[in-house]
């Protein structure tokens, strides 16, 4: 999976996670918390989400990471590097 | 009335779910009070009709005989009583855009002619006929839909503008070391996959209904001729909704449920009360209500008691302050909890032993 396929699924788990979101003026690299006015009940169902379309776990740990749709995108492509 | 789930002739028994209608808390479950077999469904799908209208004859599976089967809608919206029955939203909206287009659907006669009258875009639909196919009902529920959220404003108006003038509130607050709960949930949640983790709000709820049993003067209502303490714990858990407005469903005999079990019972909830699909006992039974800004960086709220109930819980934003700990200074995460109660139910003395039991029971997590 390329960078655009990983923005893509990113993108996908956010629709999926909090029904009615708006995702059309979201900055890449702005958190989301502070663009889509989300809740740690709405991250939760975005990482829940994330892990179950790409197949990996998340661990809690590394949540800080996807603040943003930039460093999402970032801390995916590293981590299928390493699981590689 | 948005749509039936039976028809005439099936069997249904007490708490089953019979019917979905959209109301001023969203589209809503309603849930039937007694056992039985449905003899006639008498408002059609795309009716409004005012509270205590019957919707359904029943036929008394005890007695053989036809009795109207006013219970649901009535009990239901008696809660609110200032309000009347109107529109917010519907589970139209949790439809993942990918499933919103369907490019060859079949849409009936009847659903393309009211979609003209009522204005609704037939593409943004998803059907729930056979083979995906377009009905009047799924018109009819969209439609609803897209009201909207003057009967929310107004049913939270109403509640509290009454609560202001008829209840004397009085306020507590206490701040309270949240360092141990946090560590511990922290340690826990290394542990897990992303679906069993804990959030912070179901250890809060959890020191709330367990620190309420011994405090039965705070879980109840106020009625006329005095206060009606309540047989159950059941904690109302305060939800936003993302297009505004709020709702305050109910997580049924809290203090009964272990921490995973109320986790698991505050996401389903919230999921549900955003993308619709709560159910009427839910709205209805709340004893006592939560309420926690804690994402928002606010340090401290001071919460309005939803009548009838005479309490509400408040926790801010817990952040690293600087707190005295066997005489050192330290930096630990401190949360500032506040109760809001009814003068007339309670006394402050009362209501800050309640607090301090919060606090005590958040020092050890593990025993939550």
Redesign the interface.
Same mark, same amino acid.
Do not use: H, W
């Given at each position: 999976m390329n960078n655009t396929e990983l923005r893509t699924a990113v993108l996908?788990a956010l629709?999926?996670a909090?029904?009615?979101?708006e995702l059309d003026d979201l900055v890449s690299a702005e958190s989301f918390?502070e663009q889509l006015?989300i809740?740690?009940?709405d991250f939760?169902?975005f990482?829940?989400a994330l892990?179950r379309r790409l197949g990996i776990?998340?661990?809690?740990?590394d949540t800080p990471r996807l603040a943003s749709l930039d460093d999402t995108v970032e801390y995916l492509a590293a981590r299928r590097l390493g699981d590689r | 009335m948005l749509r039936w789930l039976v028809a005439p002739g099936d069997s249904v028994s007490r708490g089953q779910a019979v019917a979905v209608v959209e109301t001023t808390k969203g589209a809503i479950d309603i849930e039937i009070f007694h056992d039985g077999k449905i003899q006639q469904l008498v408002v059609p799908p795309g009716t409004r009709v005012p509270v205590g209208e019957v919707l359904a004859i029943l036929e008394d599976s005890a007695a053989g005989e036809s009795s109207a089967g006013i219970g649901p809608v009535e009990s239901l919206l008696r809660q609110s009583e200032d309000a009347e029955t109107a529109w917010a939203r519907s589970e139209m909206?949790?439809?993942?855009?990918?499933e919103r287009v369907h490019p060859r659907r079949r849409i009936s006669p009847a659903a393309r002619k009211r979609a003209e009258q009522l204005g609704v875009d037939l593409d943004t639909l998803r059907g729930t006929g056979p083979e995906g196919a377009v009905t009047s009902a799924d018109v009819e529920q969209k439609a609803a839909a897209q009201r909207p959220l003057d009967g929310m404003r107004q049913t939270i108006a109403a509640a509290m503008a009454r609560s202001k003038r008829e209840i004397p509130h009085y306020y507590l607050s206490t701040r309270i070391d949240l360092e141990p709960a946090l560590a511990w949930m922290?340690a826990e949640?290394?542990k897990?996959?992303?679906?069993e #983790?804990l959030?912070?709000?179901a250890l809060l709820a959890k020191a709330t209904a367990s620190a309420l049993s011994d405090f039965p003067q705070l879980n109840g209502f106020w009625r006329q001729d005095g206060f009606e303490p309540a047989a159950g714990i059941h904690l109302g858990v305060a939800v936003?909704l993302?297009?505004g407005g709020l709702v305050a469903p109910a997580i049924h005999g809290a203090d009964t449920l272990c921490l995973d079990e109320l986790m698991l019972a505050?996401?389903d909830l919230?999921?549900r009360a #955003?993308?619709g699909g709560l159910r009427s006992s839910e709205l209805s039974e709340p004893t006592i209500t939560l309420t926690s800004l804690?994402?928002l960086g606010v340090d401290c709220l001071y919460p309005i008691i939803y009548p009838p109930q005479v309490a509400i819980v408040g926790f801010g934003t817990p952040s690293p302050r600087p707190w005295v700990l066997d005489g050192n200074m330290v930096a630990r995460r401190v949360v500032e909890a506040t109760l809001a109660a009814d003068h007339r139910a309670s006394d402050g003395h009362l209501g800050g032993r309640f607090l301090r039991r919060i606090d005590k029971l958040l020092g050890e997590p593990e025993k939550l």
């Open positions: 996908e629709a999926e909090v029904p009615g979101i918390r006015d809740d740690s009940v939760l169902n990482s829940a892990s776990d998340i661990p809690d740990a | 909206d949790s439809v993942p855009p990918g922290e949640n290394a897990r996959q992303v679906r #983790r959030l912070q709000i936003a993302r297009r505050i996401l919230v999921n #955003r993308s804690g994402e």
